[in-house]
């Protein structure tokens, strides 16, 4: 399904491209700002050590989170290209609101928001923006990204290890209006899209609750369990990483067994590199 939104957007580009329309110097102006403030935040700002439950990350599986509150000592080192990446986002993010206000798509800027779980626990964050009345987020996302995560609501649900489903319902809620769905820019090509959410709010709102009660407890509970390697469809008898504990900051500590290794039964000359949990015979 297509957003109204989506037409105007290509004609604005189009007319752009081929020098029919312009870009006011307003608007220059905001992409500036909205750059400036990024900057400072990535690298002027003292990243908060202490673990805060926020709109980014109460989607993500509780077991990530509980490591983030009770061992964070644990986590792999952020790698160098993080603020990179993270500005990358931040400038998609300005740009596309640029594109957005030229194309003449009315709509409510960033506010910050706060949800009221229960008297003592409340999650705050900024959503990207409001359009009739719908919360939508903007995502940068790598071409395998764009192309598979963000194929449908469904594709992306099922393997949500980012928590971009629970982060919009959160911002939904909190502001008292429907939850829309994502702007995802390629940022190999700069192919955007609009994948439109259909969220169970209340089975969202209740995983919520559930992740702020696991975070809590002693006990580690994991939400994946490590797969079995197939090789030509054959299962091989080693045990690889599951494919939603990859971008885990903890996957180390939580596997102590884990390593890289070559494919182990790979002919090729540069084998791929796989994620090991268990070799047959350990
Ligand atoms: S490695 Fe996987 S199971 Fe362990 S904390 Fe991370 S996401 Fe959860």
């Known amino acids: 399904m297509h957003h109204p939104a989506e037409m105007m957007i290509h004609q604005y580009l189009e007319n752009a491209t081929s020098g029919k329309s312009a870009m006011s110097q307003e608007t220059i102006e905001q992409v500036a700002v909205d750059i400036k403030d990024a900057l400072n935040r990535q690298f002027n700002t003292k990243r908060d050590e202490k673990f ?57 800027n960033s506010e910050d928001v706060t949800l009221e779980i229960d008297k003592k626990t409340t999650i705050s964050g900024s959503y990207d923006l409001v359009i009739n009345d719908a919360v939508d987020d903007i995502k940068s996302a790598s071409d395998w990204s764009y192309k598979y995560k963000f194929d449908s609501y469904e594709t992306l649900h099922s393997g949500d290890s980012f928590g971009y489903v629970g982060q919009l ?18 940022k190999a090509n700069g192919q955007f899209k609009y994948v439109p959410a259909h969220i169970d709010m209340e089975k969202e709102l209740d995983k919520v609750k559930k992740n702020i009660k696991a975070v809590d407890s002693d ?56 994620q090991y949990v268990k070799l047959k015979g350990e």
């Open 52 to 108: 805060r439950l926020r709109m980014s990350n109460i989607g993500r599986p509780s077991c990530q989170l509980w490591f983030e509150k009770n061992k964070p000592e644990t986590a792999l080192p952020k790698p160098t290209t993080f603020i990179m990446n993270m500005m990358i986002g931040d400038i998609v993010e300005a740009v596309f609101k640029a594109i957005l206000r030229e194309s003449n798509v009315k709509f409510e």
């Open 169 to 186: 319902a959160g911002y939904a809620q909190a502001s008292n209006k429907k939850a829309g769905g994502w702007w995802v820019v390629n």
């Open 219 to 274: 006990e580690l509970v994991r939400c994946f369990e490590p797969e079995p390697e197939t090789f030509r469809g054959k299962p091989t008898g080693n045990m690889v990483l599951n494919k939603n504990c990859t971008f885990c900051s903890y996957r180390q500590s939580c596997w102590e067994t884990l390593r890289e290794l070559p494919a182990q039964m790979s002919q090729a000359k540069e084998p791929k590199m796989v």
